[in-house]
């Protein structure tokens, strides 16, 4: 790994905090409340979405009580710091986290919002919290996390839809997409990741959407891309993660560069980093080396995820004077 973009002070949009429980405090935490253990913790090898999402259960499991939420929150975040990026935008769904031992949200807000006052503390990161419905959870459970959201939204910074796009197309969760836009939040939603491009042009219109989750079957459909290029909505591409859930059959076939180079605003992230057994640097590596990026290209995703992070007004200011200054050229 090139040292100049392991230093480089990096932003993240796109990072799911069940996906980033670093293995051995997956393996540490197991012990300690003895779940059995899989060698399948990890995706090695590009297989359907539903697998892969399967894989998550042995991270899911760690959240054993509120203790382990703040503790694995907190070492998530100290994992993110120490990979120099200093804004995250850390997403999560509290129905998955809550499931194994039926925690409350409250709680889990709570031992999340603490984790996350620590770490920016002691790792001069900012942290913005994106909570997730999922589709697979159905409408209901959609309707009780916008709930949680809008009771939050002072200290979160805006809400998800994740999971099966194809079995839940985005119309079905218009009701409460709208009411979460109507109460201010921000919204970015899973959109053609494996699914059929035109549900990214409904997540925009319909769900109001105002950044895309991979959105990489846009280079599909040219009506998808002036639509994205038209509303100013960015992708949050994570290059190993849609080779590994087949969103695309080659890395050197990813669309980055070319969704790039059409003029549609693109940025890199690593999705879920401990399944995909990846790194944020790792991802910029792979878009150098196998998407022909360049580092001026690199640092204009970077500047493009700063003008776009939902992040507050104030937690930008900030990390632009400490980290991002030298992107005004
Ligand atoms: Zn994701």
Redo the contacts with the bound molecule.
């Keep these: 790994m090139n040292p100049k973009i392991k230093n480089l002070p990096k932003i993240e949009l796109?990072?799911?905090l069940e996906?980033s429980i670093p293995i051995p405090l997956v393996m540490e935490w197991s012990k300690k409340y003895n779940l059995p253990l899989s060698h399948d913790m990890q995706v090695k090898n590009p297989m359907p979405l539903g697998p892969v999402l399967e894989r998550l259960f042995y991270q899911q499991r760690c959240f054993q009580n509120i203790e382990s939420v703040e503790t694995l929150t907190y070492e998530v975040l100290k994992d993110i710091a120490s990979d120099n990026i200093k804004l995250i935008e850390l997403?999560f769904s509290p129905s998955f986290m809550a499931e194994p031992k039926n925690l409350s949200f409250d709680s889990i807000m709570e031992a999340t919002l603490a984790a996350k006052e620590r770490a920016q503390k002691d790792f001069g990161i900012e942290v913005g919290f994106i909570l997730i419905s999922s589709r697979d959870y159905g409408i209901e459970a959609c309707e009780e996390t916008i709930n949680l959201a809008i009771q939050w939204k002072k200290e979160i910074i805006g809400v998800?839809l994740?999971g099966n796009e194809t079995e839940h197309p985005p119309e079905l969760f218009e009701k409460p997409f709208q009411r979460a836009h109507t109460e201010g939040l921000n919204i970015t939603t899973?959109s053609g990741?494996v699914s059929n491009p035109h549900h990214i042009s409904t997540s925009i219109h319909k769900l109001k959407a105002l950044r895309i989750?991979?959105g990489v079957q846009a280079i599909q459909d040219p009506k998808v891309i002036q639509d994205l290029i038209k509303y100013k909505i960015p992708l949050?591409l994570?290059p190993t993660?849609n080779l590994m859930t087949q969103a695309i059959s080659k890395i050197e076939l990813h669309p980055l560069k070319k969704l790039m180079n059409a003029g549609v605003l693109v940025t890199i992230?690593s999705?879920?980093p401990t399944l995909f057994g990846t790194t944020l640097s790792q991802e910029y590596d792979i878009a150098i080396h196998h998407l022909g990026l360049s580092l001026d290209q690199i640092q204009k995703t970077i500047l493009t995820s700063f003008h776009h992070s939902f992040s507050s007004d104030e937690q930008k200011k900030r990390a632009w004077k400490k980290y991002f200054k030298y992107l005004e050229k």
Excluded: L, N, Y
Aim: a negative charge; proline letters at 0%.
């Design positions: 796109h990072r799911h996906g997403r998800d994740a899973h990741e989750g991979h949050e994570c993660s992230s999705d879920d």
